[in-house]
């Protein structure tokens, strides 16, 4: 969970904004014609197919739920729908424009694209992951907001909400989660699963196992008959945030 915390205060946590173009990627326009792939492209498709992989080798996701995505400029590369993890190749690259129209590849993206296009448009994002965990599920059926049992808390920008129901693959859904994530780098969707954003594929992940991480804690300490989990106070948060901006080693 290193890029998580390393990364606590790194301005991917502030909700809704208009997008800055440049931020950390390339932000012109596809200098190729529609169909061919850059380098850059093709090499974050291989890092992006690979944290796909990762959610399955961890256990947050089962067979084909759950998506990744990853921005470069205007293009979204995204996993394709109902494409096991394992058998996607480079040849299965699949990317969209901020409208959602395909420019790369021929299999259909994700029928959560509606969420991704979402944070992006919204926030300075440049990487998703969407999961089905299954403890931060559980939650979400539970609770309006996961308690802060735990200082990591404030690596998502504060207690997570719980964005209320809505059909997979809907704006609906969409608009739900825009107003969890306000003032966070992630959210859970009730009744379906979670969402996180971060500045890289890995720092989107480690947010996504975290918050896993927490609504197992929160699970575990809940289930003691008789006993009632103690909860940070927002000064306890903050301080801990302080401390987090200065975690990791200096490059």
């Known amino acids: 969970m290193a890029e998580a915390l390393r990364n606590a ?9 208009d997008v800055p173009q440049g931020v950390g990627q390339d932000s012109g326009q596809r200098d190729v014609p529609p169909g061919e792939v850059r380098q850059d492209e093709a090499r974050l ?3 992006l197919t690979a944290t796909a992989r990762r959610t399955v ?3 947050l996701v089962v067979g084909t739920s759950g998506n990744v995505s990853a921005r470069v400029g205007d293009l979204v590369l995204v996993t394709p729908s109902g494409v096991p993890y394992d058998r ?3 040849d299965d690259i699949t990317g969209v424009d901020l409208t959602g129209r395909q420019v790369l590849g021929t299999l259909v993206p994700t029928s959560e694209l509606p969420l991704h296009l979402a944070v992006y448009r919204t926030t300075d994002a440049r990487a998703v992951v969407h999961t089905h965990a299954v403890h931060a599920t559980a939650v979400s ?3 309006p907001e996961l308690p802060p049992v735990h200082y990591m808390t404030v690596a998502l920008g504060g ?6 129901y809505a059909t997979y693959g809907t704006g609906e859904l969409a608009e739900n989660m825009l107003r969890a994530l306000a003032g966070r780098s992630g959210c859970l969707l009730q009744n379906h699963g979670t ?13 996504t196992a975290q918050l896993e991480w927490m609504c197992r804690l929160w699970l575990t300490a809940s289930s003691v008959p008789g006993m009632t989990p103690s909860l940070l106070t927002e000064a306890q948060l903050a301080e801990a945030g302080e ?3 200065g975690y990791g080693q200096r490059r």
């Open 243 to 245: 401390r987090l901006k």
């Open 159 to 164: 207690p997570v909400r719980v964005a209320p």
């Open 88 to 90: 996607l190749t480079p």
């Open 195 to 207: 969402i996180t954003y971060g500045a890289t594929l890995d720092q989107a992940y480690d947010r």
């Open 45 to 47: 498709w291989a890092e």
């Open 9 to 17: 205060d790194d301005g991917h946590q502030g909700g809704r904004q």
């Open 57 to 59: 080798a961890d256990g």
């Open 141 to 143: 059926t539970l609770l």
